[in-house]
Each structure stands twice: as structure tokens, then as C-alpha cells.
């Protein structure tokens, strides 16, 4: 009899404790929501690790706010959301995302592709937007800012902002026609918010070299040793290597760099 009594204390004291833990997320989860957006993740985070089933409905709760207030669910990535965002894709894309949080989050209209990682822009994107509905798209952008100037990770349109992104680093490929239509439309081909990258903003300095002299070959005019040079000669390196990413080799391409030294060789 006395070790029942026991027993019964001992699960008694476990139901207690159980509630009190589902007690004191909930009530976690409830002060989270008078926070700011960046403090509210902070302690979203600090629930996932507690509890991660709480904490993933915390971080969707999350983005339902954000579509409410941008009328998507694509938050940029240089955020707490947009970083959490993209673990979701790659989770889809390695088959780990489980069948109800896929749901959730297609109910949201999700893009399991990163506007940001647009590398075509002639190509059929998210939701069948074709290049000219991309084009009606940045007109309408320009016709209320009174600039082509569409940021990268631009909330109100990320699917723009990476497409934009895309048709400056690939002018070369677009061909003569696309190229009419969009500086018929004011498309601007500089963007003045640069990025702070190394690697950009050396390339900003090839590109003036190539806009004054209309080519790539920066050792013949400036001398092998000149910083320029030698930067050109290590983007080379690292492509022949494997080592240049997608999207800097586009960079590059879409001023014609030459990657061999002598064109001669080409």
C-alpha cells in the first residue's frame, strides 16, 4: 500500500511538472508577440531549442506576420526569418521537411526557390511570371519610385528584386532585343546600392576599366602588377579550379571578361 501511494506522488508530481512546462511555453510563446520583429526571433529561437515543435509554429507565426504586412512569405535573408526561411528549403530539398509543415507553408504561398537565387531571367519564374510580365513588373516599380533602382531583397517584391539582379549580371546573354526593351523602359544596368563584398566592390573598379576601354584585358593597358591585374589573374585561377561561384563567373561574363591573359589563346 505504501509503495502504491508512492507511485501515485511520483506520477501526480510528473502530470504537475508536464503542465507546468506546457504552461510556461505558452506563456512565453504569448510575451514573444509585444516584442520588435528582430527581439521577438530571438526569443522564438530560444524556443526552438526547448521545445522544437513550439518553436518551428513560433517561427511560422513569424512569417504569417510578415506575409500580412508585405503580402508575401519570402523574408529577405538578411534577416533572423529569411535565415530560418532558407532552412526550410534546404530541408525540403534534402526530402527532410515532414508532409504537414510543406503544407503550412505552401498555404502561405512559399517559394522553395530564394528569389535571390535567381540566376536566369529569361526563364519561367515562381507562380508562371514570364519575362515580359517581369518587365510590366519593374515598369510599375519604376512608374511609383521614379527609378529602375530595385533593391536585391526587396520586401514588397523579392521575385523583382532578384530578377533584376539577374538581368545585370547576365546582359551578355540576353540578347540585343530584351536589352531595347528594358532600356525603352528605364531599366538602370548600375545599381547604386552596392554591395560591400570584397569581390564587388573590385569588380565595380573592373567595370569602370571596361567602360573606358571596352574590354577586360586590364594587364595590357595597367601592367601585370597593378592590384587589378592581379585580382583578374586570381578570378581566373579560382575558375579554372572550380573554385568561382555561378554567379560571380556571370558577373564577370556579362562585361566579357576574358579568361585567358592573351585573347589569342581563346
Known amino acids: 500500500m505504501k ?5 501515485l506522488l511520483l506520477l501526480r508530481a510528473i502530470t504537475a511538472g508536464a503542465s507546468w512546462v506546457g504552461y510556461t511555453m505558452h506563456t512565453r510563446v504569448e510575451a514573444c508577440k509585444s516584442l520588435t520583429p528582430s527581439r521577438r526571433f ?3 529561437h530560444a524556443l526552438m531549442v526547448e521545445d522544437p515543435e513550439q518553436g518551428w509554429k513560433a517561427s511560422l507565426d513569424e512569417l504569417h506576420k510578415f506575409a500580412d504586412s508585405w503580402g508575401n512569405s519570402n523574408a529577405p535573408m538578411n534577416t533572423p526569418l529569411g535565415r530560418w526561411c532558407a532552412t526550410q528549403r534546404r530541408l525540403n530539398t534534402l526530402g527532410q521537411l515532414v508532409d504537414e509543415r510543406v503544407r503550412a507553408l505552401d498555404n502561405l504561398g512559399f517559394l522553395w526557390d530564394s528569389p535571390t537565387d535567381i540566376d536566369d531571367p529569361t526563364a519561367e519564374f515562381p507562380g508562371g511570371d514570364s519575362w515580359d510580365t517581369m518587365c510590366d513588373r519593374f515598369a510599375g516599380y519604376r512608374q511609383e519610385y521614379g527609378d529602375g533602382q530595385v533593391p536585391k531583397k526587396f520586401n514588397l517584391d523579392p521575385v523583382l528584386g532578384g530578377w533584376v539582379a539577374a538581368v545585370r549580371r547576365r546582359r551578355e546573354a540576353l540578347g540585343a532585343s530584351r536589352v531595347v526593351q528594358l532600356e ?3 531599366f538602370e544596368w548600375v545599381s547604386t546600392r552596392q554591395c560591400g563584398s570584397a569581390f564587388m566592390e573590385t569588380f565595380r573598379e573592373l567595370r569602370c576599366f571596361y567602360d573606358e576601354h571596352g574590354h577586360t584585358e586590364v594587364a595590357r593597358v595597367l601592367g601585370e602588377t597593378s592590384d587589378l591585374a592581379r585580382w583578374c589573374d586570381a578570378q581566373r585561377s579560382a575558375n579554372a ?3 568561382l561561384p555561378d554567379k560571380r563567373q556571370a558577373y564577370l561574363e556579362g ?3 576574358a579568361w585567358c591573359k592573351d585573347p589569342t589563346q581563346l
Open 42 to 44: 530571438g526569443h522564438v
Open 241 to 243: 579550379r572550380g573554385l
Open 255 to 257: 562585361i566579357g571578361f
Open 3 to 7: 509503495q502504491f501511494f508512492v507511485t
Open 184 to 186: 525603352a523602359l528605364g
